[in-house]
């Protein structure tokens, strides 16, 4: 039940930067010369998925909250919810094309991407853990 609250608080507080996001992709789009002009529907299904998308990625960390799951299945969790979200945002909302090359290279560079970010993060967490223990 607390992860399942921290899910939430943290979607929350992170789906606020999903419009902004968004506006962000929309204005690369036009000045890129892929978009000239936009539907209703388009932009209020571009609203609500990456609000969606960015309530699920602020949220999918709280799996690392869970102290029963090891470090493997955590990352394996937090991955799965944060690339298939990703990835069904882009098809949905026609940004990528529905080709295995194409989703291959998403993937790819996906993986890198969440594994640079992976990285940073645990190295630093694991520095402060050293101070705080260092003090200790």
Same mark, same amino acid.
């Given at each position: 039940m %607390? /992860?399942?609250k %921290?899910?939430? &608080?943290?979607?929350l507080i992170a789906a606020g930067f999903g419009p902004l996001i968004l506006a962000i992709v929309y204005y690369c789009l036009h000045q890129a010369g892929i978009i000239t002009n936009l539907s209703v529907n388009e932009v209020a299904w571009g609203i609500f998925s990456t609000? &969606? &998308?960015?309530?699920?990625q602020g949220g999918a960390g709280a799996v690392f909250t869970i102290e029963k799951l090891s470090m493997k299945k955590?990352?394996?969790?937090?991955?799965?919810?944060?690339?298939?979200?990703?990835?069904? /945002?882009?098809?949905l909302n026609?940004?990528?094309?529905?080709?295995?090359? /194409?989703?291959?290279i998403?993937?790819?560079m996906f993986i890198i991407g969440y594994f640079i970010i992976w990285t940073i993060i645990y190295q630093?967490?694991?520095?402060?853990?050293k101070q705080i223990n260092a003090k200790l």
């Open positions: %607390k /992860v399942a %921290k899910f939430i &608080l943290r979607g609000f &969606l &998308l960015a309530f699920v955590a990352t394996t969790i937090d991955f799965i919810l944060i690339y298939f979200t990703l990835l069904m /945002v882009y098809l026609g940004w990528m094309t529905p080709s295995w090359i /194409v989703i291959g998403f993937t790819l630093s967490v694991k520095k402060s853990i």
